[in-house]
């Protein structure tokens, strides 16, 4: 079927083409080397071979594979081309055999074929076949010769070769010369091949019956049909010269370097004549030599010597044949051979071409990736064109010579990494073996892509920041910093909280681009003193790699928080005013130096120095004393307690911590020089009366108001209750004339022996009794103002409570009538004789205590029960103490 393309597209070749392209479609070599044969003259867009097919690539593998050819001679490269969609091999430019290899026995071209995806190379070979298309050919069309008519038969004339580029069998192959009398031609082969002419003197000549003859000889070659050339000889037939010059030497031999300069001697012939006279004098010459080489070299014509005219070159020509003649004057001539061997010289260094470079490459490709292709050629031979190669510097790269000789692969020794070198750069050495030596670079740069190979990488594990508190919200905390050593996307890295201890999430943000850490709010100490988040950066490859980095966030403290004083309940300042009643202490009189009058307990939500608290006292009528330790807070005596002491004391502490700026509070103190609690009440009586002007003032005014309120609706409602008595009692006040009372004897409620204050306390009562339902109470008459000795520790009163009644149904008992009660027992604590302590609020308690035992079990109380009620009357005039104390003005105490 090819063949059959074949002679449709070319059917001017003939015959003689078809086997030959039938040869070159079948002939397939190994997998390095496909060889195609295809003869010579074939027209441009001749088919060649399937190349892709013998490459063993589909059609459809092609626009990927991208098949290619390419060479290191770019001359070679002009004569044959690829078809991109076939894949098939086509001539594109004519080939004549003589004039691509000359008289070369072989002629072939050479060129690679290149596939990408993967990158793979090729080595085809197509041999050019000789047609018979150049008939031999002489030098010259005319030979003149004179021959002597004596000259014996069997005498040899050189009559030169023809030239004929064709080679083999259509090379020349003979000559022939026309039917003679006298004449015979006689093919002759030298050492080089080649075929000359020489004409033979069959029978002797006789000038007086023929003085010229003219023939004609013919030059065959063999081919299928064989072509022909022709020259005329023309032969003058002389008198008699019988002797004819003779050369020493029937072939001469000489070498010569290939650079030796022009004038250089080649050698020197040398010829002799027995003759005398002119016919002894010989010249030299030239016999038919190819032009070129007379461009070449020259013969002096009296001496023989051959010198050299023009530079040799080794690559171009490397022998030369002369044909060297000596004439002597009487016309004959000798000849003979001069062949001069051209000697290498190491001129011509190596030549690289880069075919192909794939770059850039990724740096993730396996180990033994072809990187690039290039081929290596020396014009030299021998020793001077064995050629080395190597690649010099420091690169993940080796060089790997092809199966045919001058190919070069360039690939990947050891594994690729673009983050410790983008880019490779390597000189291709080519060196051979000459001496001197001569060497031929070419520089290869290969660039590595990146791969998203390596994580973001923190400068630092684990970062600490420290921020005081109440920062502003948004203040910067910290910047984190990433490093990704890919490129490009691969080395973009963002930012973000990938989690960290619990509820550290939003105290902070970060931002995604730079790594700066924020604060989302302001930090206090007091509520958070650290805590950690997790950074994650992570680059933009695809798939994308992270890392984290814990970050750590110390809040410092700030002295944004003053002492708060425990106990006692501490002061705005000197002059305020206490919300209830102020803590007082008992020092016994008999107290000596150091005797503890009472603790200041502070605490300070700060931290550190913040929270170091020093104690001192500010204010004291008797500065000498008392004095406060700096560091406990403890007040104590300074010296011993004397009958000249006021028995009222005010202290003042103020209690500061050791921030910048301090902050401080106060701490007011009221001690009562006094053995007994006893004799404390009536210095707290008369500090409850010594108030504060201005507070009795307001006291007062707010009684007065009050009164005057109660005063009218109390008229009012006199007045209504007079005008409802004219009118009749309804039936719902009838129950105010019965007995309102219990008339059970007196009883006492259970001791105030709880709170602090160190005395118990009999209450007179009525026990009480069932009121009837409905009935109202009478509201409390108003207690006697007695001293605070009476009430505690004096005599029992010596009247009945107008409240109780002899017995069960029994009408009460004159609201005036006299009580008879029993002196009440004193029941005191066992160490009544020490120092009391004792609080408003805490005796404030102790009377509600107290009120709760007083004659209700229990601490329950009846409906109607009258003991209960005379225990309620008793206990608030126990709390009307420490509240009127405690409401007088400290600075009147």
């Known amino acids: 079927m090819a063949g059959g393309r074949r002679q449709s597209r070319r059917r001017a070749a003939g015959p003689v083409l078809l086997p030959a392209l039938l040869l070159g479609l079948c002939c397939r070599a190994a997998p390095e080397r496909i060889r195609y044969a295809i003869p010579e003259e074939l027209g441009r867009g001749s088919l060649v071979g399937p190349l892709a097919r013998d490459l063993g690539l589909s059609p459809a593998e092609l626009p990927a594979r991208k098949l290619r050819v390419a060479t290191a001679a770019e001359r070679q490269l002009k004569y044959f081309s690829v078809s991109a969609e076939s894949g098939e091999l086509y001539v594109s430019e004519r080939l004549d055999r003589e004039e691509m290899c000359g008289e070369a026995a072989s002629c072939s071209v050479s060129f690679e074929a290149l596939v990408q995806n993967p990158l793979n190379v090729f080595h085809v070979e197509v041999d050019i076949q000789d047609v018979n298309d150049n008939s031999p050919r002489f030098l010259r069309d005319t030979f003149q010769l004179e021959i002597n008519e004596l000259t014996s038969p069997g005498a040899r004339y050189y009559l030169g070769m023809a030239e004929d580029p064709d080679v083999g069998s259509n090379a020349l192959q003979g000559y022939e010369l026309e039917k003679n009398g006298y004449f015979a031609v006689e093919v002759k082969q030298s050492q080089d091949g080649s075929k000359f002419a020489e004409l033979v003197l069959r029978r002797a000549l006789d000038r007086e019956s023929e003085q010229s003859l003219r023939l004609v000889l013919t030059a065959l070659d063999g081919g299928d049909p064989p072509r022909s050339g022709t020259a005329q000889l023309c032969i003058n037939v002389t008198d008699a010269n019988d002797n004819a010059p003779v050369f020493a030497q029937d072939r001469y031999r000489a070498s010569l370097r290939e650079d030796a300069p022009p004038g250089s001697t080649v050698l020197h012939v040398s010829a002799s004549d027995a003759d005398a006279g002119s016919n002894a004098r010989i010249t030299y010459g030239f016999g038919e030599t190819p032009a070129k080489v007379l461009q070449k070299f020259v013969v002096d014509a009296e001496s023989g010597t051959v010198t050299l005219q023009e530079a040799l070159d080794f690559e171009e020509t490397r022998a030369f044949s002369l044909a060297v003649e000596a004439r002597d004057g009487g016309g004959l001539v000798a000849h003979c051979e001069v062949e001069v061997e051209v000697l290498d010289v190491n001129d011509n260094a190596p030549e690289i071409t880069l075919l192909s470079v794939s770059s850039p490459v990724p740096e993730d490709a396996p180990v033994g990736t072809v990187v690039a292709l290039l081929n290596v050629m020396d014009r030299d031979s021998g020793e001077n064109g064995q050629v080395s190669c190597e690649l010099s510097g420091e690169a993940p790269l080796s060089l790997v010579a092809s199966s045919s000789g001058g190919s070069y692969k360039v690939v990947t020794a050891s594994a690729l990494d673009r983050e410790q070198a983008g880019e490779h750069r390597v000189t291709v050495v080519a060196r051979d073996r000459g001496s001197p030596a001569l060497s031929g670079r ?39 910093r990433a490093r990704d050593a890919d490129a490009g996307a691969n080395g973009r890295v963002s930012y973000w909280l990938a989690g960290g201890s619990a509820g550290a999430a939003p105290y902070v943000s970060v931002e995604a681009r730079s790594g700066a850490v924020y604060a989302q709010r302001s930090f206090d100490y007091e509520q958070c003193r650290e805590f950690a988040v997790a950074v994650r950066a992570q680059d933009g490859g695809a798939p994308a790699r992270s890392s984290t980095a814990t970050v750590r966030v110390f809040v410092l403290d700030r002295n944004d928080n003053a002492p708060r004083v425990l106990w006692p309940a501490a002061g705005a300042g000197p002059g305020a005013v206490a919300a209830g009643p102020a803590p007082f202490e008992v020092v016994p009189r008999s107290a000596e130096a150091g005797y503890l009058v009472a603790k200041v307990v502070a605490v300070d939500a700060d931290a550190g120095r913040n929270a170091w608290l020093s104690y001192e006292l500010v204010q004291a009528p008797e500065p000498a004393l008392f004095r406060v330790g700096p560091h406990s807070g403890e007040v104590r005596t300074a010296r011993a307690v004397s009958e000249r002491d006021a028995a009222k004391q005010r202290l003042v502490a103020v209690v500061k911590d050791h921030g910048q700026p301090a902050l401080s509070a106060t701490a007011t103190l009221h001690v009562v020089l006094a053995e007994s609690l006893q004799e404390a009440l009536p210095e707290l009586s008369e500090r409850a009366a010594g108030a504060d002007s201005a507070a009795e003032l307001q006291f007062y005014l707010v009684l007065a108001l009050a009164l005057l309120s109660a005063l009218f609706l109390l008229s009012v409602a006199l007045a209504v209750l007079a005008r409802l008595r004219r009118a009749g009692p309804p039936a719902v006040l009838r129950c105010l004339g019965a007995q309102r009372f219990s008339a059970a004897g007196a009883a006492f409620p259970a001791d105030f022996c709880e709170g602090t204050l160190p005395y118990s306390y009999n209450l007179c009562a009525a026990p009480g009794r069932a009121v009837a339902e409905g009935a109202w109470l009478p509201p409390p008459p108003p207690l006697p103002s007695l001293p605070a000795e009476e009430l505690l520790g004096g005599e029992r009163c010596g009247k009945r409570s107008p409240s109780s009644s002899a017995g069960a149904g029994e009408p009460p008992a004159e609201p005036d009538a006299p009580q008879v009660c029993e002196p009440a027992r004193s029941r005191s604590s066992p160490s009544a004789g020490r ?9 404030s308690a102790a009377a509600v205590r107290g009120e709760r035992s007083s004659g209700c079990p229990g601490g329950k109380e009846r409906a109607g029960d009258a003991p209960c009620s005379a225990s309620r009357q008793a206990a608030a005039a126990l709390r009307a103490l420490p509240a009127a104390a405690g409401s007088a003005s400290p600075d009147k105490f």
Do not use: K, T
Not at 835 to 843: D, E, L, N, Q, Y
């Open 835 to 843: 120092s009391r302590r004792a609080s408003g609020p805490g005796s």
């Open 442 to 480: 070419a520089a290869l740069v290969l660039e590595v892509s990146d791969v998203n190979d390596n994580a973001p990488v923190f400068e630092e594990a684990a970062y600490s920041a420290y921020v005081a508190e109440n920062n502003a919200a948004g203040a910067p905390v910290l910047r984190v």
